[in-house]
C-alpha cells in the first residue's frame, strides 16, 4: 500500500496500555484522511450519547494522505472528537510539522480512549508509545510546552500537538495547538483537558514511499511555482485580514457583537494598516509553499512586544466586533489566545458578548472584579485594556472568567438563570459554536450553510459566502437555488478537508477554483501517490460521505432539524447602518431554505438520511445504524 | 556565527526569505534517496523561534576542518569546487566530521553508517535541487563574496533608497 501503512494506533490512557488494528486498503479508499477518516474513527470508537468530558469520548488522529510529501500545502491532520461546545462532532484539521513527523512515524492514525490520573505527555516514537510524566510542563503555554518537550528529549525533530493553560483549566473553547498552528474550534483542548492529557509528542524517522515519484514531483513542482503568482497573492502579501476592509465595504463586518456591519475605524484594524505597521515577517506551515502566516508585533502602549499570526477571523472577533480601534490591544488579545491555546474566536465573541451585557446594565464592574482589576473593569466596547484583562480571567478560570470560559450558549444561560435577564438573544452563536466573520443577514446563502453546518456556524466548513459575494445570487435574497449551492460549496470545502489540502490553493492547479478546474489535478496527485485509478466522480465522493459521515455521528447523537438554526440576532435585529442595514433572515426563510437543502441533499424532510443513500455511498454499517 | 571563508561555491539561504516549508528537505532527501525524509536531507531548515528561521547545508570551507579531523582520510575536498566527497570504502561512521563542522552540515545516516553531506548536486544538470524548488527564492549558490556583495547592495537599498515594499 502506498500513501498509508494499514495501521492505527489505540492508546488508553486508563489503562496506560497501546494496541495496533489493522485496516485495509478498501477502508482507506472510502475515508480517505483528515476530517473524514477522524469523524469515521469517531463513530467507530465512541460511546454514543457520552459526556464530552467522560473517557469513553475518544481523541482521534487522521493523517492526511499527502503528509510529509512535496505536494503543497498536504501538511494537514484532521482532530475529531464529540465536541462539548455542541454535544456533535468536532472536527477540525490543523497544519504543518506535527502531521508531517506523523506520517513517519508509521501510523496512519491515533485513537486515544479512557482518561489519565496524572497529567501525561504521550510519546509516539515511530512505533514505540511512552507514557511520560508532563508535571513540569504544566502551566507553560503552548508554544513553551513544545520547545520544553524537545528541550527534554533532545531532539528539535519532535513535534507535538500540545494544550496550554486554557486546556489545563477545561476552557470549553480550549484548542490543541502544534508548531503554532491550530485544530481551533469546537474545544478539543477542553478534552484533553479532561483527560489530562498535555501533548501527544511524535518522533517519526521512516522514509515516505509513494507510487509515482516522477508523476508527484512534476505536478508539486508546477503547483509550487503557480503558488507564487497571481492566484495566492491576496494570502501571501496581506494575509487573509484584508477582508476587513472588504466586509466593512459590503456592511458585513460583526462590529460590536454584531450589533453593526461597517466598523467607523475599520482602517485603523484592517490588514493593510497591519501590513503597514505591525508586520514582522510572513511565515509558512511544513510543507507550504504560500505562507500566509503574517507575524505581528504591537509596537506601542502596555503591550508592547506582544507577538502571533494574524489572519482575519480572530482579526474581526477581537477587534470590530469588540470595538476596538488599536491594533496593540487586538494584537495582545489574539496572543492571549494563541499562547494559553483557546479558539480565538469564540474568545472573540465572548468577549463581546460581555461587553454588550455590561453596556445593557445587566454586567457591572464589580461582576469584572480580579486580583489585578480589585476595582472591576469598565468593560466598555472599545476598551482594549479591559477586554484583554478579561482573556486572561478566561484563560485562568478567574472570577468570572469561570462562566465566560464556558462559551456565550452556557454563559448566557447561567447568567439568564441567575438575573432573569435574555442576554441569550445576544449570543452570537448557533449548535453551541460561536459564529464566523461573515455576517448571515447579508449574505443567505452563507447563513443556510451556517445553519445547517455540522459542527455549528463554521466559514471553513462552507464556502456558501461564495455565490452570495461574487453576485451569483441576491445576497439579500432567498430564491430556490440556496440548498443546492449550500450542498456545493459544503462537499466541495469537505474534499480539501479530507485529504486534506489548504484551500489557499484552489486556484494554483489551473487558475480556476471550481471543481472542474481543481478535481483532476487533485485525482492525479491522489493517484501518483497511492497507485489507485480515481476519476474526477469519485473526489466528488470523497466530499460528500466526508459530510454524510458528520452528519451521520450527529443523527445518532440526537440530532433534530430544530438544530439547524441561527443566532436570534440574525433572525429579529436588523442592523441600521451600511448596505446591509435592514435586513434580517426571517423564520420562514431560513426553514423554506432548509427544505431545499435538504431535498438537495436526498435526505427527508426532516433532514434524516434514507437507508438506500447511505448504502449508495458505500456506508452500510452507518444505514444499520441510523439510516431511515 | 563561524564564518566560512572560502572561495567556493556553497547554498545560502537567505533567512529574511526562509518561510520555513521545509521543502528543501523533501527535495533533497527524494534526490539522496528516493524517499521523502526530512532526518535524510542534506540541508537543514532550523527555526529558532516563530520567525527566526533558515536553513543549512555544507559551506565548503578552505582547507576544511572535517577532512583534516578524518581519521581514516575518507573525507576529500574536490580543489576545483570545493565540495568534500566521502569515501564510502573509508567511512567508519565515527562521526569526527560531525563534531569538527561548525556549521552541523554532516550527518550519520543510521541505514548505512556512512557520513553524508550536501554535494551541491553535481551530477546534476539542473544543479541544486534545493534551489531550483525553493519557492521563496530564499536558496541560492553562491560564494562568500557574492553574499557580501548582495548584502551590499541590499543595505543600501534599504538605506538609501528607503525599505522594500
Not at chain 1, 419 to 434: D, I, P, S, V, Y
Not at chain 1, 514 to 534: F, S
Not at chain 1, 553 to 581: C, Q, V
Not at chain 2, 60 to 81: G, R
Request: glycine share 8%.
Amino acid at each position: 500500500m502506498f500513501g498509508y501503512y494499514g495501521k492505527i494506533l489505540h492508546i488508553d490512557l486508563t489503562e496506560r496500555k497501546h494496541w495496533v488494528e489493522e485496516k485495509p486498503e478498501d477502508w482507506y479508499k472510502i475515508w480517505i484522511g483528515g476530517v473524514s477518516m477522524a469523524s469515521r474513527l469517531c463513530w467507530e470508537n465512541i460511546t454514543p450519547g457520552c459526556d464530552p468530558y467522560s473517557p469513553e469520548n475518544p481523541v482521534c488522529i487522521a493523517n492526511g494522505i499527502f503528509a510529509g510529501t512535496p505536494v503543497p500545502v498536504g501538511g494537514k491532520y484532521g482532530l475529531a472528537s464529540k465536541s462539548p461546545m455542541t454535544n456533535f462532532i468536532g472536527d477540525s484539521l490543523s497544519g504543518s510539522w506535527f502531521s508531517v513527523a506523523l506520517k513517519r512515524t508509521g501510523w496512519d492514525g491515533v485513537v486515544i480512549h479512557g482518561a489519565s490520573d496524572e497529567w501525561v505527555n504521550i510519546f509516539i516514537d515511530d512505533e514505540r508509545v511512552e507514557f511520560r510524566d508532563a508535571t513540569k510542563l504544566l502551566g507553560l503555554d503552548t508554544f513553551k510546552t513544545e520547545e520544553a518537550i524537545r528541550e527534554q528529549l533532545a531532539d528539535d525533530q519532535v513535534r507535538s500537538a500540545t494544550i496550554g493553560p486554557s486546556g489545563e483549566h477545561m476552557v470549553r473553547f480550549a484548542n490543541v495547538t502544534n508548531d503554532g498552528r491550530q485544530a481551533g474550534r469546537t474545544g478539543h483542548g477542553a478534552i484533553w483537558g479532561s483527560k489530562k492529557l498535555k501533548a501527544v509528542s511524535v518522533r517519526g524517522t521512516q522514509g515516505i514511499k509513494v507510487a509515482d515519484p516522477d508523476t508527484l514531483n512534476k505536478l508539486s513542482f508546477n503547483i509550487t511555482k503557480e503558488a507564487q503568482g497571481p492566484h495566492t497573492s491576496k494570502y501571501r502579501i496581506l494575509g487573509t485580514s484584508t477582508n476587513v476592509l472588504n466586509m466593512n465595504k459590503l456592511g458585513l463586518l460583526p462590529t460590536r457583537n454584531y450589533q453593526e456591519g461597517v466598523f467607523e475605524d475599520a482602517e485603523k484594524v484592517s490588514g493593510e494598516f497591519l501590513h503597514e505597521h505591525h508586520k514582522v515577517k510572513t511565515i509558512a506551515c511544513a510543507q507550504c509553499p504560500i505562507a500566509c502566516e503574517q507575524m505581528s508585533i504591537a509596537k506601542k502602549g502596555p503591550f508592547t512586544g506582544a507577538m502571533t499570526g494574524i489572519e482575519y477571523e480572530c482579526l474581526f472577533a477581537n477587534g470590530p466586533n469588540l470595538g476596538i480601534n488599536d491594533m496593540n490591544a487586538v494584537i495582545r488579545l489574539i496572543e492571549v489566545a494563541d499562547r494559553s491555546g483557546m479558539d480565538a474566536i469564540t474568545m472573540g465573541l465572548t468577549i463581546s458578548w460581555a461587553m454588550e451585557t455590561f453596556e445593557k446594565g445587566i454586567f457591572t464592574r464589580e461582576d469584572f472584579k480580579s486580583e489585578k482589576h480589585p476595582d472591576g473593569l469598565d468593560l466598555r466596547f472599545g476598551n482594549g485594556e479591559a477586554a484583554v484583562a478579561v482573556a486572561e480571567m478566561i484563560r485562568d478560570r478567574e472570577g468570572i472568567g469561570q462562566i465566560l470560559s464556558e462559551g456565550t450558549r452556557m454563559a448566557s444561560l447561567i447568567i439568564d438563570d441567575q438575573r432573569n435577564t435574555e442576554t441569550w438573544k445576544w449570543t452570537m452563536q448557533a449548535k453551541g459554536l460561536e459564529t464566523a466573520g461573515y455576517d448571515g443577514r447579508g449574505l443567505k446563502t452563507f447563513a443556510l450553510g451556517s445553519a445547517v453546518g455540522v459542527r455549528g456556524p463554521c466559514h471553513n466548513r462552507t464556502a456558501a459566502y461564495d455565490p452570495d459575494i461574487q453576485g451569483e445570487v441576491d445576497r439579500f435574497k432567498v430564491d430556490d437555488r440556496r440548498g443546492e449551492l449550500a450542498k456545493d460549496t459544503e462537499e466541495y470545502a469537505a474534499v480539501y478537508d479530507t485529504l486534506p489540502l489548504c484551500k489557499f490553493i484552489r486556484r494554483c492547479f489551473t487558475g480556476k477554483a471550481d471543481r472542474a478546474g481543481a478535481w483532476p489535478t487533485i485525482a492525479q496527485l491522489v493517484n501518483a501517490t497511492t497507485g489507485w485509478n480515481l476519476q474526477y466522480e469519485d473526489i466528488d465522493l470523497i466530499g460528500e460521505r466526508a459530510h454524510a459521515m458528520k452528519k451521520a455521528f450527529n443523527i445518532r447523537e440526537g440530532w433534530k432539524r430544530a438544530d439547524d438554526d441561527l443566532p436570534y440576532r440574525w433572525k429579529h435585529d436588523p442592523m441600521t447602518k451600511g448596505p446591509s442595514a435592514g435586513h434580517v433572515v426571517t423564520d420562514e426563510e431560513l426553514e423554506y431554505m432548509k427544505d431545499l437543502y435538504y431535498i438537495a441533499k436526498g435526505w427527508t424532510p426532516d433532514g434524516m438520511i434514507p437507508k438506500q443513500k447511505l448504502q449508495d455511498l458505500g456506508m452500510p454499517d452507518v444505514a444499520e445504524a441510523i439510516g431511515v | 556565527m563561524p564564518v566560512s571563508t572560502s572561495k567556493y561555491r556553497y547554498v545560502d539561504c537567505d533567512p529574511d526569505l526562509c518561510i520555513g516549508c521545509q521543502i528543501c528537505e523533501y527535495v533533497c532527501s527524494y534526490t539522496k534517496t528516493g524517499e521523502y525524509n526530512t532526518y535524510r536531507s542534506r540541508i537543514r531548515t532550523v527555526r529558532v523561534d516563530e520567525v527566526l528561521i533558515t536553513a543549512i547545508a555544507c559551506r565548503t570551507c578552505e582547507n576544511a576542518p572535517c577532512v583534516i579531523a578524518c581519521p581514516q582520510n575518507a573525507l576529500e575536498q574536490d580543489p576545483d569546487t570545493g565540495i568534500i566527497h566521502i569515501d564510502n570504502q573509508k567511512c567508519d561512521a565515527c562521526a569526527w566530521c560531525i563534531e569538527a563542522c561548525d556549521f552541523g552540515a554532516i550527518s550519520i545516516n543510521p541505514a548505512t553508517k556512512l557520513a553524508e553531506i550536501c554535494d551541491q548536486c553535481e551530477d546534476l544538470e539542473e544543479g541544486p535541487q534545493c534551489v531550483l524548488w525553493c519557492p521563496k527564492e530564499a536558496l541560492s549558490l553562491t560564494t562568500p563574496d557574492q553574499r557580501a556583495q548582495k548584502s551590499r547592495r541590499e543595505l543600501v537599498k534599504e538605506e538609501v533608497v528607503g525599505p522594500k515594499k
